[in-house]
C-alpha cells in the first residue's frame, strides 16, 4: 500500500485512537498517537506530520492553545475534534487558525475525507494575485486581506478569507452550503452544514455591512 505519511492524533480517548488508526493505515497514512497536548506538540515537531487531529477537550493544555502553539511554528492541516456546538464557536470565533473541525460522535470514514480534503487544499498551487472589487470593498487575493469602503483593512483567517472569496467570484448566485462546503472545504457535502453558517457569521461580524445575504433554506449570496 502507498505510504501517504504521518498523522498526528492529539486525542485523550484510547477507544477513539484505536478506531481512527485502524482507518488511517487502511488508507496508507500512519497515526502517531498522542495522549495530551505536550506529546502533541513534541510530535509535531518531531515527526514532520502531513495533517494533524486535535481534541479540544485535551486535559491540561486544551485543544485551543495547542492549535495557537502549532500555527506558531507550523503550518501543518490541523482538523480540531471537538463534542459540543459551544466548542465550534470557540474554534472560529476565536480564529486559532485550524482548517476544519469534526464534531462527536464522528464517522471515522469522515474524519478521513476531512483529512484528504485539507491535504488537497493545501497542496494546491497558490490562486494567482487578483482582487474583486464591488460595492466599495475590496477583496485582494495576493495579501489576502479586506479593505472595507472606509479604508479599514480587515484579515480574515485563511478559511474565512476563502469563503469570502467564492461568494465574490459567484457575485449574484445563490450558493448552496453543500457547493459551499465542496468548494471552499474540499469534500462532498456529508451532512454537516454548520461550519458554513458559522463562517459565515464571524465574516459578518469582521466585515460589518459586507453583502452576503441569506438565502432561506439554501444558503447564501454575494450581492454587489
Known sequence: ????????????E???ADLLRLYCEQEGFRLVHCPNGERGLEAVRDRDPRAVLLDIGLPGMDGVEVC?????????PIIMLTARDEEVDKIVGLG???DDYVTKPFSPREVLARVKAVLRRSEEPPRVPAIIALAGWEIDAGRREVRTPGGEV????????????YLAENRGLVL???QI?????????????????VHVRQLRKKLEGIPIETAWGVGYRFEG
Request: zero cysteines.
Open 154 to 165: 480587515v484579515r480574515p483567517t485563511a478559511r474565512e478569507f476563502d469563503l469570502l472569496w
Open 1 to 12: 500500500m502507498q505510504n501517504r505519511g504521518t498523522v498526528v492524533l492529539i486525542e485523550d
Open 176 to 178: 448552496s452550503r453543500g
Open 14 to 16: 484510547d477507544a477513539i
Open 96 to 98: 486559532v487558525g485550524a
Open 181 to 197: 462546503l465542496e468548494a471552499v472545504w474540499g469534500y462532498d457535502y456529508l451532512g454537516e452544514t454548520r461550519t458554513v453558517d
Open 68 to 76: 495557537r502553539r502549532i500555527r506558531a511554528m507550523s503550518d501543518v
